[in-house]
């Protein structure tokens, strides 16, 4: 790694200093690619929940821009998308292995999936809720301040497959200053050619670190496991997941037209 690569975008590397607050929030991104998820999860997440929201911008229309400001702030993190290894930059066995694991749809999220920690270096909040878009609020969530917002809070999935604790990294309670989203910046900057999305690098980043509280399963339930009428995040991950929720907003159309 070249020492002008190891330097890029510093300034979005390190946590955020202007405007914070005591208070705590949530915080989401979206790209072009996404945006169409935002009135979705909006809808959802006003149902049950009020803390102030920040809209992290990863290249939105102009049109979704504004639709985020009146719901909360936004801001915008100007950084282009060529720090991300393409396919062809990378380890071809490494390629193999990865699209075995887990499919080849994966491609087409890796641009976003590793702004995340950037983007949650920018919160201005005390305590914050980062959230995926294509997580459904079910519930309440203001107690995961209050129990988990101290430090850093996952759910872990199973992964037999793994040798460390593999978290997912759609819902993350953290508290602001840890160093340790500085170092997951850097890493997803740096060393994107050697992981699939970024939760791999932050479960290799904390692999040796006793530093995670564990979220109950609850609070992010995978679509993959059994339904349950109790999870107050339901998360639809993957190209599946965005399919159901691209027919639940369907129906929801048709149910208002009266069909």
Excluded at 225 to 243: L, Q, S, T
Excluded at 247 to 254: A, D, K, Y
């Amino acid at each position: 790694m070249t020492e002008d690569i190891s330097k890029l975008f510093s300034q979005y590397r390190k946590w955020n200093s202007i405007g914070l607050t005591d208070n705590d929030g949530v915080v989401v991104a979206s790209d072009l690619q996404q945006e169409w998820l935002l009135p979705w999860w909006w809808e959802n997440y006003r149902r049950f929940n009020f803390h102030p929201v920040v809209f992290i911008d990863f290249g939105m229309s102009k049109e979704m821009r504004a639709w985020c400001q009146e719901r909360g702030a936004l801001i915008p993190l100007l950084v282009p998308d060529i720090f991300v290894a393409s396919k062809e930059e990378m380890d071809p066995d490494l390629v193999v292995r990865m699209e075995e694991e887990t499919g080849k749809m994966f491609w087409s999220y890796r641009n976003a999936w590793f702004k995340k920690p950037l983007a949650c270096l920018q919160s201005p909040f005390k305590r914050t809720l980062w959230i995926d878009l294509d997580c459904q609020i079910r519930g309440y969530l203001g107690n995961l301040f209050e129990s988990f917002g101290d430090g850093l809070s996952m759910t872990r999935y199973p992964n037999p497959t793994m040798p460390y604790p593999i978290y997912n990294s759609g819902i993350i309670v953290f508290k602001h200053g840890l160093s340790v989203f500085e170092a997951w910046a850097d890493l997803c900057i740096e060393q994107n050619h050697l992981f699939r999305g970024d939760e791999d690098i932050l479960a290799w980043l904390l692999k040796d670190q006793n530093t995670v509280v564990q979220l109950p399963a609850i609070y992010n339930w995978s679509r993959c496991f059994e339904d349950n009428p109790g999870a107050i995040v339901f998360h639809w991950h993957g190209a599946k997941g965005k399919y159901c929720i691209h027919h639940q907003i369907m129906s929801s159309n048709l149910q208002s037209l009266g069909f």
